[in-house]
């Protein structure tokens, strides 16, 4: 039996890893973080998501963050795209680093050798820790950590917004999408403005679909 855990915020791209997860591994477990996110909304939103795909779904807190670095995620910042050098407002400086060490020892708990991330290059919104460089250098590390050969699949790492959308409709599962929290203003129906909101629909109109998520 093939047994893997999904590192999931409840968004558009962790909703479409635990779908292809799902076609790959007999047993999927969804990881959630309440790392202190301002909008209590992405881990209701979690809840409902895992209930769709019937997974387990574990919530773990954390709130190392919210006390480290102040940004807009966790506290009341101006949602700033950043660009021309620097990092946008919403960048929680190590997540990932953090989520997917936990994660994976998580996943080595629980017998398991695979975690999956839905972190992405291509549009990576200029997080450092979204890169394959990173990925590659942790995976590593959580090996020789734990000695064991630990694997953290990143199936979105190179495709663009509109190929995840394809992804997911692919795996015959895009009404979950309804379900998942992207906005950075926390809003349900979502603002269609903030950077969030835009890149995600930027990637339904580029694949030529509409998003079942409801907007304002
Ligand atoms: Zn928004």
């Known amino acids: 039996m093939t047994k ?101 020892i998580k996943a080595y708990q629980l017998g398991m050798s695979d975690v999956i991330t839905g972190v992405c290059q291509t549009d990576y919104s200029g997080y450092p820790d979204c890169r394959d460089d990173f990925i590659q250098s942790l995976q590593k590390s959580c090996s020789l950590a734990l000695d064991k050969e630990m694997t953290i699949h990143t199936p979105l790492m190179f495709m663009t917004k509109a190929e995840t959308v394809e992804m997911i409709n692919k795996h015959g599962k895009l009404d979950w999408l309804a379900e998942s929290h992207t906005c950075y203003e926390g809003q349900r129906p979502a603002c269609a403005k903030c950077p969030a909101c835009l890149l995600r629909l930027k990637g339904f109109a580029e694949a030529g679909m509409k998003d079942p998520l409801p907007y304002l």
Not at 15 to 25: H, N, V
Not at 33 to 54: M, P, T
């Open 4 to 104: 893997a855990l999904v590192l999931f915020s409840g968004g558009q791209d962790s909703t479409t890893c635990l779908a292809w997860a799902l076609e790959k591994y007999d047993e999927v477990t969804a990881l959630t973080f309440d790392y202190g996110q301002r909008h209590r909304v992405e881990i209701l939103q979690s809840y409902k998501v895992a209930e769709l795909a019937g997974v387990k779904h574990d919530v773990m807190k954390i709130d190392l963050f919210s006390k480290m670095s102040k940004n807009a995620l966790t506290h009341d910042v101006e949602i700033d795209p950043g660009g021309n050098g620097n990092l946008p407002s919403t960048f929680v400086p190590g997540r990932n680093l953090l989520f997917l060490s936990l994660a994976t």
